[in-house]
């Protein structure tokens, strides 16, 4: 009887630990779950006052004078490129640069201007016009267009200014007045943006068209690889 008595205690004893146990452990495992669920919240509104706070452009002016080559080419822009179909792939799966004699020409040139204003609620601290299809089209500073190093394919070029909220800057786009690129179903161009709170953004634009997307947010590894893209030749 003294035996069974005996385990009978040592069992309470035992149950009496791991219920003081678990009286410890339960509410740090019940406070962690709660904290994550907070956290999770708290991240997630984080994140949707992000980008209830994007920046975005709005096309406030369009001019179109793809039917009038050589007007406009001398305007002084925020931002001026020359788009052009640079990139023939041979059967060997080596690439060329396809600029032609008449691409350095600029009366060749036929131009669209686009005004552009940040309707977003954060500045914008650098821009960058980018390439979508970089198989096919790059892009090109047009004031500089005679210093173009055929040994690179540039897809993209910078505005490194401050953009603020409510702020305007012109855009001018050029193309060879023979090899005008058209958006089919996806848009061939994007404004890259970084804000000043350094997030990345990405806005489609359909060139020639007046025609833009809302801005959405892409993560730094995407934009550089997107924004860095140069092929050597």
Known sequence: MNNVLTVIGIIVSIVGVIVSILGIIIPVILAKSKEKRENKINKKKEQQLIFEQRPEFSIEE????L???GYGIKQKCDIGVFLSFVVNETKEGCKNLNLREDDFV????CCIFYKIKNIGKTDIKYIDIVSNQKRVIGVFNSENIEHVDKTFINYCESLDRIVKVNEEITLKICFNKDRILHSLISANLCLGIIDENDHYWM??????????????RVN???????VNYIDIL
């Not at 600029?106 to 040139?109: H, R, S, T, Y």
């Open 220 to 226: 730094k590894k995407d934009y550089l690889e997107r």
């Open 106 to 109: 600029k009366e060749n040139w």
């Open 67 to 69: 039917d009038r080559p």
């Open 62 to 65: 369009y001019k179109n004078y």
């Open 203 to 216: 806005q489609p634009l359909f060139v020639p068209d007046k025609k833009l997307y809302n801005s959405y």
